[in-house]
RNA sequence: GGAGAGGUGGCUGAGCGGUCGAAAGCGGCGGUCUUGAAAACCGUUGAACUGAAAGGUUCCCAGGGUUCGAAUCCCUGCCUCUCCGCCA
């Protein structure tokens, strides 16, 4: 959410800076609901102001035995007139909040304009695309073959886009998750958290799911609760409502989650195969910064998610999202693409943003500085990484002639000194 | 699932329908004292909106209602706790 202060003194700034993202939004309407909101503001507050001193007035008289019926009735008609004005301010407030929420996030300036993913500006590479003697497998095919993957028997059970893992592969999968954890805990200095996987309306609204991406979650039945699509929404979530000190932060925290997604929309794309399935695995990095030095953290989050590629050997490359291409609530986005042999592509396997104070202004989120002043500090969280993704580019890059597949030595105590799946 | 209790400021916890943004204690901050610290004592200490400021309005879980006036009364919802049942 940006700040209305903003929106009212430098709306053309803003304007500008959203139309970068190919919004089409108009503010003529918002303009003039929002003096709307200010005039009936202070109609209402003149009058309370009024009934205010009346109360003060009214238990004197009584006490001095004054005759009060005209002053009643007055105030009758002063709090009927009340209740009126609010009526209508309560109904231009819902409409101005939900335009305020609809609102994308301003990108920074150092995000590179474009229209869409074409124009993604690519910063660094690291290792190289491994050699093969014949065409590579999809990671579906060596799973499946392997006896680790089992995509038929995930759709029988709950539907496409949903996968079993069996024997080795589910403990790869949990492998990895520890490895990962460890890895941020122990060397990065973050905070394992296990969180909830279900959270309420007003976590999904605070960082940003809601109210406009309602379609892509799964929201349980009876309750006004949803599955959470990324462990960035409860880690976020964690200090909602809160003040915190300035002394606190950063705060670094980082939690393995499963993620569920609908994935309304994507009929057709990577269908097969684990690369967007309905539920996944991912270890998640969430920062709460000064905003003075989010982007140096930004960064750092950004370095250590990188780390885990490295450690694992996986060629990747770093694509800062162009204006086009940034999510909703992004004010700049990293992605980390590993390469994946069977598609002669890069494929997403992280995504590492500075909010900047948009979620923190909607979960109204604070800090106090050292001179008392309240303020909103921003928010980053990046995956550390999609683990059914490293996976694909585990089977895939370091698959061998004879099917089999070896495991990468950074991974090999995680995996009870295994050196490969045959 | 059944029965009950309750949700008040950073925390604990008072609060009669009007003088309550709200007692008191703790904690925090500043000071006195001290070589230093502790103790003791004194002072101070919530947030949002609005305004140049003075000030004004709002907030005692949320939403409705009663009333000239609600932290206080009524209704609904959410949440927490206790006991019983069930259960990993």
Request: include cysteine.
């Given at each position: 959410m940006l700040a209305i202060k903003t929106l009212r003194d430098k709306l053309e700034q803003v304007k500008s800076a959203l139309a970068t993202r190919q919004s089409d939004i108009s503010f003529t309407q918002w303009i003039a609901a929002d003096q709307k909101q200010r005039r009936l503001k202070q109609t209402i507050e003149t009058l309370k102001f009024k009934r205010n001193r009346a109360s003060e007035e009214i238990p004197k008289r009584k006490r001095a035995k004054e005759p009060l019926d005209a002053l009643l009735k007055e105030m009758k008609t002063v709090s009927e007139e009340i209740s009126r004005y609010e009526a209508e301010l309560k109904r231009i407030e819902a409409e101005n909040a939900d335009f305020l929420l609809n609102l994308p996030n301003?990108?920074?300036?150092?995000?590179?304009?474009?229209?869409?993913?074409?124009?993604?500006?690519?910063?660094?590479?690291?290792?190289?695309?491994?050699?093969?003697?014949?065409?590579?497998?999809?990671?579906?095919?060596?799973?499946?073959?392997?006896?680790?993957?089992?995509?038929?028997?995930?759709?029988?059970?709950?539907?496409?886009?949903?996968?079993l893992y069996r024997g080795l592969g589910a403990k790869l999968e949990r492998a990895l998750i520890n490895f990962m954890l460890d890895l941020h805990t122990t060397a990065h200095g973050y905070t394992e958290i296990l969180p909830p996987f279900i959270v309420n309306?007003?976590?999904m609204t605070g960082t940003g799911q809601l109210p406009k991406f309602e379609d892509d979650l799964f929201r349980l039945k009876d309750s006004d609760c949803f599955l959470i699509p990324t462990g960035e929404v409860p880690l976020t979530s964690i200090h909602a409502d809160e003040i915190l000190a300035e002394s606190d932060l950063p705060l670094n925290y980082t939690a393995h989650t499963p993620c569920f997604r609908r994935e309304?929309?994507?009929?057709?794309?990577?269908?097969?195969?684990?690369?967007?399935?309905?539920?996944?695995?991912?270890?998640?990095?969430v920062k709460f910064?000064?905003?003075?030095?989010?982007?140096?953290?930004?960064?750092?989050?950004?370095?250590?998610?990188?780390?885990?590629?490295?450690?694992?050997?996986?060629?990747y490359r770093v694509v800062s999202l162009c204006t086009g291409d940034l999510g909703f609530h992004a004010a700049k986005t990293y992605d980390i693409e590993v390469w994946v042999p069977s598609?002669?592509?890069?494929?997403?396997?992280?995504?590492?943003?500075?909010?900047?104070?948009?979620?923190?202004?909607?979960?109204?989120?604070?800090?106090?500085?050292?001179?008392?002043?309240?303020?909103h500090p921003h928010t980053l969280n990046g995956s550390g990484l999609a683990v059914g993704r490293t996976v694909v580019a585990l089977l895939e890059n370091y698959q061998q002639p004879d099917g089999s597949v070896v495991i990468p030595e950074a991974l090999r105590s995680y995996m009870g000194g295994l050196e490969k799946i045959s």
């Open positions: 301003v990108p920074h300036v150092s995000v590179p304009v474009g229209k869409d993913e074409t124009e993604n500006q690519e910063i660094r590479r690291w290792g190289e695309k491994p050699v093969f003697s014949k065409a590579p497998l999809s990671h579906w095919v060596i799973g499946e073959t392997l006896g680790i993957l089992d995509f038929e028997r995930g759709a029988k059970m709950s539907g496409s886009r949903f996968v309306r007003s976590s309304a929309g994507s009929y057709g794309q990577d269908t097969r195969g684990l690369i967007r399935q309905h539920q996944f695995n991912k270890v998640e990095l910064t000064s905003p003075t030095d989010s982007y140096d953290h930004l960064e750092q989050l950004l370095a250590h998610a990188e780390t885990v590629l490295q450690k694992l050997g996986l060629h598609q002669e592509k890069y494929r997403e396997i992280s995504s590492c943003s500075n909010v900047e104070d948009f979620q923190a202004r909607r979960a109204k989120i604070r800090y106090r500085t050292a001179d008392g002043k309240i303020e």
